[in-house]
């Protein structure tokens, strides 16, 4: 995991000056736990995100902890946030089109060299 990914947890709290020990008064949840979804070692749970949200003012989601992202999205700036949002659906939807345009190719590729074959 990257950036926003794992480190999104850890960057909230570094943003906030806080400790592991702080952040665990504060919500209740064991200074362990943070450290592991920090780390990316384990998963956000529903109590979890409830917890980390209310005392960061932010919604955070298991989307938001395991989502990679190429760059830092600065979570003080919402509209970077959505229009980095709508360019991974763009991407995903490019990548889906790449594989069927590749399967096509390879079947033209297949279809010529059948041809070949029979013309020899």
Do not use: H, W
């Not at 950036?3 to 850890?10: E, I, M, P, S, V």
């Not at 979890?48 to 938001?64: C, E, H, Q, V």
């Not at 946030?81 to 190719?105: C, G, P, Y």
């Amino acid at each position: 995991m990257e950036t926003l990914g794992c480190n999104y947890l850890k960057k909230l709290r570094e943003n906030k000056k806080m400790t592991l020990n702080q952040v665990s008064a504060a919500t209740g949840l064991s200074i362990a736990l943070i450290s592991k979804l920090e780390r990316g070692k384990t998963s956000l749970t529903k109590e979890s995100s409830k917890a980390l949200s209310k005392f960061y003012g932010i919604a955070i989601t298991p989307a938001k902890i395991i989502t990679k992202y190429e760059n830092e999205v600065p979570v003080a700036v919402p509209k970077i946030r959505i229009v980095n949002t709508k360019l991974r659906i763009e991407n995903k939807a490019l990548l889906k089109e790449n594989e069927i345009l590749k399967s096509k190719l390879n079947s033209i590729y297949k279809f010529i060299a059948k041809l070949k074959d029979e013309c020899k």
